[in-house]
């Protein structure tokens, strides 16, 4: 059994972050990063490749695993903010929170970021545009990288990391145990390795082997939401005027049918729809891209009505991945459905699709939205387009493309302390794996948070950190 100090189990953002920090002062720690994905240059979409058309759910998905992460494949928006995005600064105090999510933009910056602008919806005008429509817009300052951009980083950290963090990929964890004073970690091909220290980093699509893990050590862990919704996809200059300004634009309005909140999520100016694969369900996202070559005509963003459920039932993520079989079975992966046609109650066709002034950036199966979402969200999501209708005309034409389901998970939070570490000694869970942070800038910074302390932990003689 090969020895290690710290094990980082994940290679998303959290754990890349730890890995980053921990060669950056050169911790004597002897590290090893374990991750069923793909290496940087070798996470290869068939979709993207132009191999196929339509998601094929490898396994495992290229968009969700690998090197960086879900985040790698991403648009690239780094939010620097506590309004949304995780309850780190609950851990680490709201100052620190922001003091990390400050630092990891400056490693972005100085890893190929430098050019990327940063946004920010202090002192705009739109504040005052939303709330007279009874939309409210968060506070947010936001790094778009573009996923162009943002694969190079992350292979530049790669290069920077590699000779001081080994790396094995195309593994996957299957057990952990206590072993004495450290852990032994084993994995599907059998391999087993032993550690001091170990992180468990293994993002959203790790929720389940998380809860398993936790539920072995009797770590507890407290019920989370899941967000269930629809990507409307429309021209890019329907929502230029704010898009220009501040680029993601997170609003939230509450609903005067049911009093619930819906939010935009996930804005991508001049992006493209594309599917994922999240434990074999195809689900729907958006990306965007730095280099003006790669935009299109579209703009898209998420609209999400949150769930969270309490007795007597409590997984909430099993409810969303039920939403998302049903999609997955009516339409082969995901939905797409013209807002006239939803509106109609009428399903979209080939044929009705053929006639929109809207050109779909994702090859989707037309069809009805309305058999796959609960009316409760259906009906919280139509009457959000109407608002945003009147800060951004033309969001509630006929020809607005919805698709679906988008869905997105949230590991149950588990129990830690200020060191994001649970009551095993020894045992850290960080990241959006954790339930405690829900975006790329909050779970970056809880690896940094992490690394930092074990550092100092293992530090060489000569080596000195002051926090």
């Not at 972050?17 to 004597?28: M, V």
Request: aromatic share 8%; hydrophobic share 35%; net charge neutral.
């Amino acid at each position: 059994m090969k020895e290690y100090d710290i094990i980082i189990v994940g290679a998303g953002a959290s754990g890349v972050y730890a890995s980053y920090e921990l060669t950056k002062l050169g911790s004597a720690a002897r590290v090893l990063m374990i991750d069923k994905g793909a290496p940087p240059g070798k996470r290869l979409c068939p979709i993207k490749s132009g191999a196929v058309s339509a998601c094929v759910r490898c396994e495992p998905c290229h968009i969700m695993n690998g090197y960086g992460g879900a985040g790698t494949m991403s648009d690239g928006k780094y939010n620097i903010t506590t309004k949304f995005g995780g309850d780190l600064h609950n851990y680490v105090g709201s100052d620190e929170a922001l003091r990390l999510m400050e630092y990891v933009d400056e490693v972005l910056r100085s890893l190929g970021g430098a050019d990327a602008k940063l946004y920010s919806t202090t002192d705009t005008n739109l504040k005052t545009l939303a709330l007279q429509s009874n939309l409210h817009l968060l506070d947010a300052k936001v790094r778009h990288l573009g996923t162009d951009r943002n694969i190079k980083i992350l292979e530049n950290i790669f290069d920077y990391t590699k000779d001081n963090v080994e790396m094995i990929f195309g593994q996957t964890v299957i057990g952990v145990e206590k072993n004495g004073e450290g852990f032994s970690v084993t994995t599907a091909a059998g391999d087993e390795f032993a550690c001091r220290d170990l992180l468990l980093a293994s993002g959203r699509s790790g929720s389940k082997w998380i809860s398993g893990v936790c539920g072995e050590f009797g770590i507890e862990m407290r019920s989370n939401r899941v967000d269930i919704g629809v990507r409307v996809e429309l021209p890019a200059e329907i929502f230029k005027h704010i898009t220009d300004e501040v680029y993601e634009s997170k609003i939230v309005y509450k609903t005067d049918k049911y009093n619930d909140m819906v939010r935009t999520f996930c804005m991508n100016p001049y992006g493209e729809v594309v599917s994922e694969n999240t434990n074999g369900i195809v689900t729907v996202n958006g990306h965007s891209y730095a280099d003006p070559a790669l935009h299109t005509q579209n703009t898209n963003f998420a609209l999400l009505v949150s769930n969270k459920f309490t007795e007597p039932f409590k997984d909430s993520n099993e409810y969303g991945e039920s939403i998302a079989r049903l999609s997955n079975m009516l339409g082969g992966g995901v939905l797409m459905q013209r807002f006239g046609d939803l509106i109609k109650g009428r399903r979209s066709s080939v044929k009705r699709m053929a006639k929109s002034f809207t050109t779909p950036t994702l090859k989707a199966t037309p069809g009805d939205l309305g058999l796959v979402i609960p009316k409760r969200q259906l009906d919280n999501i139509i009457e959000m387009i109407y608002a945003l209708d009147k800060i951004a005309p033309g969001t509630a034409n006929e020809d607005t493309l919805l698709y679906g389901v988008e869905v997105k998970f949230y590991n149950s939070e588990v129990e830690v302390d200020g060191n994001l570490e649970t009551k095993v000694k020894g045992l850290y869970v960080l990241g959006d794996g954790s339930g405690v942070t829900h975006s790329l800038s909050q779970a970056s910074a809880s690896g940094v948070w992490v690394a930092r302390r074990l550092a100092r932990k293992y530090a060489q003689s000569t080596t000195t950190y002051v926090n």
